[in-house]
């Protein structure tokens, strides 16, 4: 990092806060997949409906967080990028707290979609912010420690979930939002944004994003990059314990029980955390997000490939696969940096937070299309899961190819 010692401390204080509240952020948002089975069995959901009660569940979540990113989205160029993470960060951790005295399965789903408004603001905020205060050939850096420190987050929530009754883990994830808040109050607005908003420059107008269609084009194609994140995460890990059934023939051995949504979470978000660090090092390295997005694609697809083709795994071969599938979609850092480079500082706040809740909130598409697969044509769990992810993989490199390269792009510009 470069500049006065002040502006290094406000730089390091910057990043530092957005990668905790990154942290707080996916500890909730994957803590329920984590839970899924323990807490909808106390509320008297059958094993046999807890699959497709946990995806309507974590589609209601998606939903939440898909209207919650163009809110806060808007608030963050209209208002500022400060606003959305203090609002958002004090609307998932209350949230959550009410989460943990759910007492019905209809008061679960009202609590998530809240959840997911909340959850839907941190992280584009705070890319945002760490794009506009750092400069541009080092800036990759600054939002793949963001990324990489804030999905360790996952691994504390499987980590909790584990010692601690589901009741108690998001408990933990309120308290450690309302912790988060006092550290968000020592932070600094970004100075590109407080010059666009004293030019008076229109900011955070939807409509915008629609006309001329070129930016509209650009922008779906911003979003269909990171679909393939959310299937690995969505359904192939989500369903870790059914997929893991379906892998074992009946009458030649009996599924492995002790692999859980918890433990394929942990080692998923293991291999992401480390994924994200270093393709955004490698993105510095090699001086372009676009080659090292598709080589990420690539790469996932192949682990996609080996995954839906286990048969009879061990328990070690099956949480090695998901750690190496982390590893595949570990270019989450870089995704989200592409998109807040794409567009200018009176849309970018509106660009980094929708594009990444977009894409979460495409988990309702995906689980709609794998359990009509599965369930109304019969397809069964892996070819349903086969289909769907390769149209998803193949949509992703398609519109990666229309996208334009932007590492070291001088953000101070508007639309």
Known sequence: ????????????????????????DIYDLLLFSIVRVQSLGELGVS???????????????????????????????????????FGSILLYSVANLANAFVHSVDAYFFWRFVAGVGLAGELGAAVTLVTESMPPQTRGYGTAVVAGVGLFGAVAAALVAKNFHWRTAYIIGGVLGFALLALRLRMFESGLYESVREAGV???????????PVRLFKYVRCILIGVPIWFVVGILVTSAPEFAAA?????????????TAG?????????LAVGDLTSGALSQALRTRRKVVAGYLLFTAALVAVYLTLDRPSTTTFYALCGAMGFGIGYWAVFVTVAAEQFG??????????VPNFVRGS???????????????????????????????????????????????????TE
């Open 47 to 85: 094993a046999a409906q807890s699959l497709d009660t946990g995806l309507e569940l974590l589609s209601v979540q998606m939903v939440g967080l898909l209207v919650g990113g163009l809110a806060w989205g808007v608030l963050g160029d209209k208002r500022g990028r400060l606003s959305v993470l």
């Open 363 to 413: 988990v309702p598409i995906l689980t709609a299309s794998f359990k009509y697969l599965r369930n109304d044509l019969h397809l069964g769990m892996v070819k349903s899961a086969a289909v769907v992810g390769g149209l998803c993989l193949i949509v992703a490199l398609v519109a990666l190819v229309g996208l334009q390269e932007t590492h070291g792009k001088d953000l101070d510009y």
């Open 202 to 212: 229109k900011r955070g107008d939807v409509t915008m994003l629609v006309s001329p």
């Open 1 to 24: 990092m470069s500049g006065p010692p002040s502006s290094r401390r406000a730089i390091t204080l910057t990043v530092l806060v957005a990668a905790l509240g990154y942290f707080v």
């Open 263 to 271: 433990g394929a979470v942990l080692y998923t978000y293991i291999g």
């Open 345 to 354: 500082t009176n849309l970018r706040a509106t660009v980094a937070t929708s």
């Open 247 to 259: 892998f074992h023939a009946p009458g030649v051995a009996a599924p492995l029980k002790e692999i």
